[in-house]
């Protein structure tokens, strides 16, 4: 499979306000190609049925293309064994997991290194543990550059660090963490990493071995996948030593009113009939990432951002927010005199999809001295064609509010 365009994905062919499509919010959520569409369907045309406890026909083929679907999302991110991938309905869920489940051998007075950089979901999952247990909550500032300042990360950590909880790629900026030396600082006193790939997972090449991470989570929708599925990994070691988190069907060995046994994982953590037809989908859209040209894929996608970059750091009254020497996928900018959601409204009667607003991270925009933002993020799909648009657009908005 070459490089992905637009034919792949069948919303992009249609008009939008009489113009092209140009979609350039995959960071909020990625169009789907025919391919997923194709595989979802023919799970829901052909043999649907509930995973894991049918012994009929319907029941073994969609239990095998449902735990195939594990076995491809274990291989994608490099994990030892598919019991260390922990299906859930997203990644906000896979971190409310991790608080709720490994959080129970945290005390008061533990605490949580987190960053600016953060979504609300790697936020306020631990601020509810605060609340419940009385962990502190530690914060490692960005730099002027708007890269994490490891430096102050380093000056945080000591024997009370029991987690670091950090994003691989800020879905506001763009911004890309160094993971892998921010898990091996943290093992180095003891505590454990979890990384919210939500972003990087699309845009990098993630190998969990080689970060070094205890939990790495990351949502299908993103992925060119169906939303409702997500991922939790999580060192099948680490896993096997945390509690359930939800009871109910499936996640049990043996029910009593007296006693009840759980599963090993990843099925301990896996309560209630699953998102079988999405988490199918999530497994052909890896299928389909594989099938294309990485490399490509990645050179492509800087090509974009540099390109934009360009043109609207030429135009007069736009100011960029995303400027971190290691950066991805994504650019936040802001136009003088014109509130972003102005700006969105405008460009949605031109065809061009960006998102407005503080992108589910409030502390960051605070950090930033603004309330909002305007968001242009970037995928296989895109082209220069888009780009001009963009820079076209913002031109015509400032036209417009002059």
Not at 224 to 243: D, H, K
């Amino acid at each position: 499979m070459a490089l992905a365009m637009k034919q792949d994905f069948p919303a992009l062919a249609q008009m939008v306000n009489g113009h092209a499509v140009a979609y350039l919010d995959s960071a909020a959520s990625a169009q789907k190609p025919q391919y997923v569409i194709d595989a979802m369907n023919r799970v829901m045309t052909e043999h649907y049925s509930n995973v894991h406890r049918g012994v009929y026909t319907f029941g073994a083929k969609t239990t095998v293309a449902f735990e195939s679907a594990r076995k491809k999302i274990a291989q994608f991110l490099n994990a030892a064994t598919e019991k260390e991938i922990v299906f859930t309905r997203n990644a906000t869920e896979a971190i409310n997991l991790v608080a709720a489940s490994f959080g129970q051998s945290l005390k008061a007075g533990d605490e949580i290194i987190l960053t600016e950089l953060e979504h609300h979901a790697n936020i306020v999952p631990w601020y509810f543990l605060k609340e419940q247990t009385g962990v502190v909550l530690k914060v490692v500032p960005i730099r002027a550059d708007r890269s994490l300042d490891m430096a102050a990360f380093k000056k945080l950590l000591g024997p009370k660090t029991k987690l670091v909880a950090v994003t691989q790629m800020s879905n506001a900026l763009g911004t890309v963490v160094p993971v892998a030396e921010i898990a091996a600082k943290a093992h180095a006193v003891g505590a454990k990493v979890l990384v919210d790939g939500s972003q990087a997972v699309v845009h990098l090449d993630v190998d969990v071995q080689k970060i070094g991470c205890d939990f790495y989570v990351f949502t299908g929708h993103k992925l060119y996948g169906p939303s409702g599925i997500g991922v939790l990994y999580g060192r099948y070691e680490v896993l096997n030593g945390m509690p359930p988190y939800q009871g109910g069907g499936e996640m049990i060995e043996q029910v009593s009113f007296d006693k009840i046994t759980f599963k090993e994982p990843p099925y301990r953590f896996e309560a209630g009939t699953p998102a079988i037809v999405e988490a199918i989908g999530l497994g052909a859209a890896i299928d389909y990432m594989n099938g294309l040209d990485k490399k490509a894929v990645h050179a492509h996608e800087r090509a974009l951002l540099q390109e934009a970059e360009k043109r609207l750091a030429a135009i007069p009254g736009v100011t960029i927010f995303s400027t971190a020497p290691e950066r991805a996928a994504i650019l936040s900018f802001a136009i003088d005199k014109v509130h972003p959601h102005d700006v969105a409204t405008v460009f949605d009667q031109l065809g061009i999809a960006v998102r407005a607003g503080h992108h589910c991270a409030q502390p960051l925009m605070k950090v930033l001295g603004v309330a909002a933002t305007i968001r242009a993020s970037f995928a296989v799909y895109n082209t220069l064609a888009d780009v001009e648009r963009l820079a076209e657009g913002v031109h015509k908005v400032k036209k417009l509010f002059s």
